[in-house]
């Protein structure tokens, strides 16, 4: 029975995050011992980690260099006495592999979930200082493991182990309505962005296509979920494309699912990714993905297969894939459903969670840690 | 040395015989590099003549502009021909010596740079020299001709930049003489509208095709003008609206009457100091001219992003890539002008995909905030090469 940590810097709902309860959750019983730590804040997850049965603590980090997080989170790991830490997202993968080795934790992975193209020299310093403090750096797509190993993180540190996705029934809509609910007309063709309102996800470029689309499919209506540093000025220039009645921004949203199911599309105009969830999401309910090539993007959705894709920042041919799908149901259909198929073998949860326990054991055995027996019952 | 520290505002004197409120394409440009380049922080002295409708105007005009200074001086002149160029060039230099400058930019290769590079020599502040055209309205076939023409192309050589707006003025600097290596490539510049323009619901009731400029014998207005009966065969209500002023007017006035063109099919309201509303409130722009260097209304109508028809002559090839960014008409020829535009009409949708990504070209590589950054860069490196010595 091996004692494990997930420790990521918050419990909101978001890619990496969701990925952490899925595999926080997933990880069996008989051979692991599970807990989770929000370095920073907790947040709406803390309740799916407590109905799987996962004990959460918050750490509390206030400030970007804060030495009283850094202890307390040693103090928290030492204590624990835990086999192996697995730390998300920049933040809680510097902090938790200093207090990691600190502490004398004997097995550290670290997981990369994208193209981190906005790293400045600071967080590639960190990043190769910390290289070497855990046994594996995990990334979620191919793309993610060659941009650590184009920061200098050696070949036989670094593992692929794709996202997942969970096979949870679609919940039954009824499409109208929730159009109707946010405001579009109920016959109306609708696509869906979820995703973070900052600039790697470009979505200035799906505004523009929007605005070039106006005429050739006036039909189409566009939901924009998710909120971030550029909301206002996305809005401001939706408003001045004069596009207000045909993009609505909904926010954060708890319901997505439920919008994705009402949605004939989704799209994606990113500069890079590292393994989209809102795509995997897409196809696990027979979405078509009109998405941009970006790099992790390109490993989920096949061109004319599963969606359509095309260069970042090429807006007529973004407006291309976008129209083509809203004019052919049936195309879209099809493209939806090979999705899902394709999902289904690739992306599978609980093909994610049996890569990372057998990981986490092959590195405690290298430790010399004997997984001890399950307890036998009975 | 005015600017001590290496980000203290530049102290920049624009210099233009031309500019704002007068009408035209070269004094509009002119007017937006100033502008654009005190938003960027520099403090800019527009030095120009009180000539024509500027006699009007103040003579000292500060312009709001957010970040630097922009200031405006009309300097006095009078309209006598020789009597006036003496008197605007003494006012020039007067200027020049009492007014300590970072950098001049002279627009033309005329005489006002004949009079900043004889301040400069004394001063020791470089000089950056701006051709407006090639061909045989440019600055080089001027030189050739003009009063006192040679000398001035004796004294022009020692500028220590020469900026050129396209590849023909380049070439022309290279073969009158010019060193090369001081000649710099930068583009005109426009201002990229925030909104961009939009269909307006009910055009096809009375579609209506502007051409804004000066109404001049180069903008070969009767091809146009020819072509309008024969859009109306196709688009019984159009209208053709010639925005702008010139020496053309009365012969153009004949011959739409001879077309038998009404009120109703044409009309030529004048200059406006708002080309932007007369384009929103037009379905197509219309360029047919026979001879253009890089026009500035074009810029201007892809900028805003209106359904556009150009004749296919190299300036506007240079903006326009045919089926792209708008479409192209053979120059000079009535009837293909005339298909071309109906053409537009006709696929209205696709014209609007063209406007979208003649937009997005002119963001790319015309917006004026990036060719004033261009140009502080020139003007910082050559301020720095002569200080060094």
Known sequence: MLKVLQLIPTLDRSGAEKQMVMLAAGLPRDRFRVEAAALTRSGPLEAD??????????????????????????????????DVVQTWIFAANAYGRVAARRAGVPVVVTAE??????????????????????????????????????????????????????????????????????????????????????PQKRVADLLKVLDLLQHVQPDLRTAIVGDGPLRGSLEKLARQLELTDRVRFLGHRDDVPRLMAAADVVTLPSEYEGLPNVVLEAMIQAKP????????????????????????????????????????????????????????????????VARFADLYERLAAAKGLAPAPAPTTG | MTAEAPDAPLKL???SRRYPPLIGGAERVLGYLAEALAREGADVSVLTSAVGEAAAAPAREEIRARGGRL??????????????????????????????????????????????????????????????????TGDIAWQARGNFGGRIARRCKDADAYV?????????????????????????????????????????????????????PEKDLPTLLSAWPIVRESFPTARLVLVGEGPERPALARLAAGLGLGAEAFAMPGATGDVESELRASDLFVLPSSEEGMSIALLEAMALGVPAVASAIPGNRRLVVDFKHGRLAPPGDAGALARTIVEQWSNFDRAFHMTRAARGRVEQQYAI??????????????IARKRSG
């Not at chain 2, 905030?369 to 050559?382: D, K, N």
């Open chain 2, 71 to 136: 200031v405006v001086h009309r300097l006095p002149t009078s309209p006598l021909r020789f009597v006036g160029t003496w008197l605007y060039m003494r006012n020039l230099a007067n200027w020049l010596r009492s007014n300590p400058v970072d950098l001049a930019y002279v627009s033309m290769l005329k005489h006002d740079a004949h009079a900043a590079l004889g301040v400069a020599a004394r001063r020791g502040f470089p000089v950056v020299l701006r051709p407006e055209g090639a061909g045989d």
């Open chain 1, 113 to 198: 979930m994208a193209v981190d193209l906005w790293k400045g020299p600071i967080e590639r310093f960190v990043d190769r200082k910390l290289a070497t403090y855990s046994d594996k750096l995990v990334g979620n797509s191919r793309a993610v493991v060659d941009f650590y190993a184009g920061l200098g993180v050696p070949a036989d540190r670094l593992e692929m182990i794709h996202s997942g996705v969970a096979d949870d029934p679609p919940p039954a809509v009824d499409p109208a309505a929730v159009r109707v609910e946010i405001g579009f007309p109920r016959d109306a063709k609708l696509a869906l962005f979820v995703g973070r309102l900052a």
């Open chain 2, 164 to 216: 050129a707006i396209s590849k023909p003025v380049r070439d022309e600097l290279t073969a009158a003489g010019y060193d090369g290596a001081r000649i710099h490539d930068l583009p005109n510049g426009v201002p990229i509208p925030i909104r961009p323009w939009q269909r307006r619901p009910d055009w096809r009731d009375a579609p209506r095709a502007s051409f804004v400029g000066r109404l001049a």
């Open chain 2, 369 to 382: 905030r990036a060719v004033a950054r261009r140009h502080l860069q020139l003007f910082r490196e050559l």
């Open chain 1, 289 to 352: 993905v009109v998405a941009t090539a970006a790099p992790g993007t390109t490993e989920v959705v096949v061109d004319g297969v599963t969606g359509a894709l095309a260069p970042v920042g090429s807006l007529p041919l973004l407006a291309r894939g976008l129209r083509d799908l809203i004019r052919d149901p049936r195309r879209a259909a099809a493209l939806g459903a090979a999705g899902r198929e394709r999902a289904l073998a690739e992306f599978r949860a609980d093909a994610m």
């Open chain 2, 13 to 15: 004197a624009l210099i």
């Open chain 1, 49 to 82: 980690l407590a109905a799987a049965g996962v004990p959460t603590t918050t750490i509390g980090k206030r400030l970007k260099v804060d030495p009283f997080a850094l202890r307390r989170l040693t103090r928290f790991l030492k204590a624990g006495r835990f």
